[in-house]
């Protein structure tokens, strides 16, 4: 396998003044997420980011009196630049690859019927993305998809798995292809497949409020209740979810770490909830009522987090900049109340997909 | 608070780009532009009343380069249609990029705001920009609603369009998106066509047919 020595990567300050979307490594770990991009962006307290985050709005001071230190939030930073001596014949920085597959199941382990793969590369010539045409999944869960010969020198990709219209989350599985094995331009993902978890509808969904007529008219939050307690106050007009609506929106929450197909996990995260379908709230945030899954005390700060999805985005002031699909993003700190983890629209939940929290240092 | 400070957002960029002449205070109809004085004339030969579409042989396979695109028509996010012609006819444009797009497209996605910032900087030099969404996030044919989404959400100021057939995808290899095509607006001709997005390659050509 080839070893990335010739790589010059420059991290750009395009989140400098942004904080709490993207990459939060520091907060993570992790088996080969893409390290590559943002690894040296430091960490800013959330001061500088703005109280519209929450920091010291939220966050409980630790015995000494200060703000717990899990409320620095890190930069955001995605740019990928290569030198110039990538963009020569036989991809010296990446590798030339023609067909990835891999597999996608359920929870239990069965396919699921509908399911489709599609993955976004980056090239490993000069750092810009295309994305593959999605394919079927195959009865027994197994896919095949087909890397055309104009981009196939890559860097890195991510492998998003759903199964359009159906009650199930959307798998994120980032890659660095430095960290995988390619034999012959093959890359197998099976050993690791995708899981799909299924998720329940939300048991008090206002009725008034279906699709795209609601998001065209209610202009105002609406309180979705899930089974397990968690609930999230959402406006319509500012869910942008493909124009789907809420008439579908369900959750589930998962214990534990079993949702990972590979990559990162917070550390400290009780399991994690699973939405679908995806959505952002573009330019606002979501106030929650997350239910506390560790019996932590009064008081007791945590951090809050959302693994970015296709079209996520986090807002902060005027700003707002995209999330990194497959990263946790730290986007909150709050405080536990009376088992209940509380969040306003000031640091409310800036996009729907994956949802989680650990408890600060 | 936030509604106010997007819709204020885009009366900015729609007076800014007024100031160049271009009519764009609906982002979703900058299409039914007519021109100014104050921006590029132009070629030759289209504008308002300026006859008909270049006549072929016309592209018809991926390979378009170098080619005439056919009049291709495609909805507006109100619904209406909006053709190469009709592009033409605004008169005030001589170059256009052409990116597809499809909500399941992070890659397109990233593409948005370096559309944008061509459109901003070479507008009034005659580059017109238009994305053409194709499928949803589920993978379903485009609608006019989806393209109404897109625009707003990436906050773009030049026109988009549902291109619920996929007609521009007989011209590139759709194993992979987003297709950017640069066409001369005076001949239809195809003068760039690359799937993904080579900013300095763009460039370059976007400037040498504007003579900048």
Redesign the interface.
């Given at each position: 396998m080839k070893k990335l020595t010739l790589l010059t990567i420059l991290t750009l300050s395009l989140g400098l003044a942004i904080t709490g979307c993207g990459d939060s490594r520091d907060d993570t770990t992790g088996e080969n997420g893409t390290a590559q991009t943002g690894t040296d962006a430091g960490a800013t307290d959330t001061a500088a980011a703005g109280t519209s985050l929450a920091g010291e709005d939220d966050a409980a001071p630790d015995e000494g009196g200060e703000p717990a230190a899990a409320c620095e939030l890190m930069e955001a930073d995605h740019s990928l630049t290569l030198g110039a001596e990538c963009d020569a014949e036989g991809c010296p920085c990446g590798e030339v690859i023609s067909t990835v597959s891999g597999v996608i199941q359920d929870a239990s382990g069965a396919p699921v019927v509908g399911a489709?793969a599609?993955i976004?590369t980056r090239?490993a010539r000069?750092g810009?993305?295309?994305?593959?045409?999605?394919v079927d999944a195959n009865d027994d869960g197994s896919f095949t998809v087909?890397?055309?010969s104009?981009?196939n020198c890559l860097y890195e990709g991510?492998l998003?798995a759903l199964a359009?219209?159906l009650s199930y989350s959307t798998a994120y599985c980032t890659y660095a292809i430095a960290d995988l094995t390619v034999n012959g331009g093959v890359i197998d993902l099976s050993p690791t497949p995708a899981v799909l978890h299924a998720t329940t509808a939300a048991t008090d969904l206002p009725n008034e409020c279906f699709g795209?007529a609601c998001m065209e008219s209610v202009?105002e939050f609406v309180t979705v209740n899930f089974e397990d307690g968690l609930a999230l106050d959402v406006n319509p007009?500012?869910l942008?979810?493909?124009?789907?609506g809420l008439k579908d929106l369900s959750a589930t929450y998962i214990d534990g770490t079993s949702h990972l197909c590979n990559g990162e996990q917070i550390e400290g995260a009780p399991g994690v909830w699973a939405f679908s379908?995806?959505g952002?709230g573009?330019?606002?945030r979501f106030p929650a009522r997350i239910p506390d899954k560790l019996g932590l005390a009064d008081g007791t700060a945590v951090n809050v987090y959302i693994q970015g999805g296709?079209?996520h985005t986090i807002?902060v002031g005027?700003e707002k900049t995209?999330c990194e699909?497959g990263a946790w993003t730290h986007f909150a700190c709050a405080t536990v109340q009376d088992g209940v983890i509380t969040l306003d629209e000031t640091n409310g939940v800036p996009a729907i997909g994956w949802l989680t929290y650990a408890p600060a240092e | 608070m936030a509604r106010i400070q997007h819709a204020l957002f885009i009366l900015a960029l729609a007076l800014c780009v007024a100031a160049c002449g271009d009519d764009t205070s609906d982002p979703g109809d900058s299409l039914d532009t007519t021109g100014s004085a104050e921006c590029s004339p132009g070629c030759e030969g289209i504008g308002e009343g300026a006859g008909s579409y270049p006549g072929g042989p016309y592209a018809s396979d991926e390979n378009a380069l170098g080619k005439v695109l056919p009049d291709l028509t495609f909805t507006t996010p109100e619904g209406e249609p909006r053709s190469f012609s009709d592009l033409r006819n605004a008169g005030d444009r001589t170059l256009l990029l052409i990116s597809t797009t499809a909500g399941w497209c992070t890659a397109c996605i990233e593409e948005q705001p370096k559309l944008e910032g061509f459109y901003q900087k070479y507008g009034c030099d005659g580059l017109e920009v238009l994305v053409a969404i194709f499928e949803d996030l589920n993978f379903n044919p485009a609608l006019p609603a989806n393209a109404k989404e897109w625009q707003t959400q990436y906050g773009l100021s030049f026109p988009v369009v549902a291109d619920t057939d996929n007609a521009l995808g007989e011209f590139y290899d759709t194993g992979a998106a987003p297709l950017n095509m640069l066409v001369d607006l005076c001949t239809m001709e195809v003068l760039y066509s690359g799937v993904g997005f080579d900013e300095s390659a763009v460039t370059a050509i976007i400037e040498s047919n504007l003579n900048l």
């Open positions: 489709k599609q976004c090239s000069d810009s993305s295309v994305c593959l045409t999605p087909t890397v055309p104009d981009n991510v998003r359009p219209g795209q202009d007009s500012w942008f979810n493909g124009a789907v379908p995806e952002d573009f330019e606002i296709i079209g807002q005027d995209e699909e | -």
